[in-house]
């Protein structure tokens, strides 16, 4: 069966721009997580998605946004990138609390 | 505030060598602990999931255990394949379904 799908895999942007990352879900999985990963924090808590409402929301500025489809597809978007914004945007996506699926991730590059 | 905190961060072993990596955790009331296996560039994989004390689950050469306050990873006769970064994750009732929180992982090099 289908995996969860990010797309692009890799992004440059200069600092100032924005970006919007995309994730599909396995069919069926209505719960879509956002992480923020870096070799100094590790995997950080970005944003949930539950039928198109936002759950929960980690503690990230209000540059870091995002929003879910009817289709259960979800985009995370940043705004005024900054430099330590570079990082592995990883998605994941749950039927229920008992197994989350990762995408491969968007490897963001901000110079 | 839920937290996770992973041991070694990084570990070294000979091939056929077995050892265990340490999760230790703080949540208020746990509804899961996962274990993932990641490997560079690519997102973390799903290997188990735990709820309660005394729980185990092995898979192939994996085994984990679960207590009130951490779990551990057993690799028994560990292969060079088995290297990768190991991640623990717990999501409490108090936060939502999709909250994972992570602990920093623990990178594991078997040589043959």
């Known amino acids: 069966k289908a995996g969860v799908t990010q797309t692009p895999r890799y992004l440059i942007k200069t600092r100032g721009q924005q970006v919007t990352l995309s994730c599909s879900p396995i069919s069926g999985h209505r719960s879509v997580s956002w992480y923020q990963q870096t070799p100094g924090q590790g995997l950080q808590f970005l944003f949930e998605?539950?039928?198109?409402?936002?759950?929960n929301k980690g503690n990230f500025p209000g540059r870091f946004s995002g929003r879910q489809f009817s289709n259960s597809r979800s985009e995370m978007n940043v705004s005024t990138l900054e430099l330590g914004d570079s990082a592995l945007y990883l998605c994941a996506s749950s039927r229920t609390a008992d197994g989350y699926t990762f995408g491969s991730g968007t490897r963001l590059t901000v110079v | 505030e839920d937290q996770v905190t992973q041991s070694p961060e990084a570990l070294r072993l000979q091939e056929g060598e077995s050892s265990s990596l340490n999760c230790s955790y703080t949540?208020?009331?746990?509804?899961?602990l996962f274990w993932y296996r990641q490997d560079p560039g690519k997102g973390p994989e799903f290997l188990f999931t735990l709820y309660s004390a005394g729980e185990e689950k092995e898979k192939e050469r994996l085994k984990a255990t679960l207590t009130k306050k951490e779990s551990f990873l057993h690799i028994t006769a560990p292969k060079p394949e088995d290297s990768a970064t190991y991640l623990c994750?717990?999501?409490?009732?108090?936060?939502?379904?999709?909250?994972?929180?992570f602990g920093k992982g623990t990178k594991l090099s078997v040589k043959p």
């Open positions: 998605y539950f039928s198109e409402t936002q759950r």
């Open positions: 949540v208020s009331g746990l509804r899961g």
């Open positions: 994750a717990v999501v409490g009732y108090g936060g939502s379904q999709g909250n994972l929180i």
